[in-house]
T-cell receptor
């Protein structure tokens, strides 16, 4: 099973609303990253939060990390139609393979 | 900079055929990797490399080979294509080698492969 699991699988909101996506993981991590994928394109890095950080901001993005609950959330404020995409969390575990493990993603649809 | 370039964009193979998916990056990144993306399953790591001459297996390596003779290139070879290898393949790189997980991954735009 996946190390990271996003929730919900799909989300539809109106322009201007906030969108919240959650990611849960199973084992201790070094960091957690969020990526965006537009249809037919490669993934684009959004933000990285380290295991000793609790919150990070980047523009309209806010990411939180709760290592005690093994979960993270991505908040997009004042969403735009251009935010329509799939969003993935990726984790690097403390032990094991030296690579990022991706979840299955949340598909966000922002209605104009 | 072109970033990460993958060729071809689309490919159709018959079962049993072999082919090489090309990946090149012009950012002097030490770390390169290959993922496959299937509907509902996210991205799964096939192989990765932390530097020229060093490769390692990922989560789903069977049926694929890689080599890393230069920093810039990381080709993925399908030895004998099977319908189960129908997928979208992404190459990604990052700036650090052993500490690559602390750096963002830069992705190519993918190769969509169909095996009939």
């Amino acid at each position: 099973s996946q190390q990271g699991e996003e929730d919900p699988q799909a989300l539809s909101i109106q322009e201007g609303e906030n969108a919240t996506m959650n990611c849960s993981y199973k084992t201790s991590i070094n960091n957690l990253q969020w990526y965006r994928q537009n249809s037919g394109r490669g993934l684009v890095h959004l933000i990285l939060i380290r295991s000793n950080e609790r919150e990070k901001h980047s523009g309209r993005l806010r990411v939180t990390l709760d290592t005690s609950k093994k979960s993270s959330s991505l908040l997009i404020t004042a969403s735009r139609a251009a935010d329509t995409a799939s969003y993935f969390c990726a984790t690097h575990v403390v032990t094991g393979r030296r690579a990022l493990t991706f979840g299955s993603g949340t598909r966000l649809q922002v209605q104009p | 900079n072109a970033g990460v370039t993958q060729t071809p964009k689309f490919q159709v193979l018959k079962t049993g055929q072999s082919m090489t998916l090309q990946c090149a990056q012009d950012m002097n990144h030490e770390y390169m990797s290959w993922y496959r993306q299937d509907p509902g399953m996210g991205l799964r790591l096939i192989h990765y490399s932390v530097g020229a001459g060093i490769t390692d297996q990922g989560e789903v390596p069977n049926g694929y080979n890689v080599s890393r003779s230069t920093t810039e290139d990381f080709p993925l070879r399908l030895l004998s294509a099977a319908p189960s290898q129908t997928s979208v393949y992404f190459c990604a790189s990052s700036s650090t080698g052993a500490q690559h997980y602390n750096s963002p991954l830069h992705f190519g735009n993918g190769t969509r492969l169909t095996v009939t």
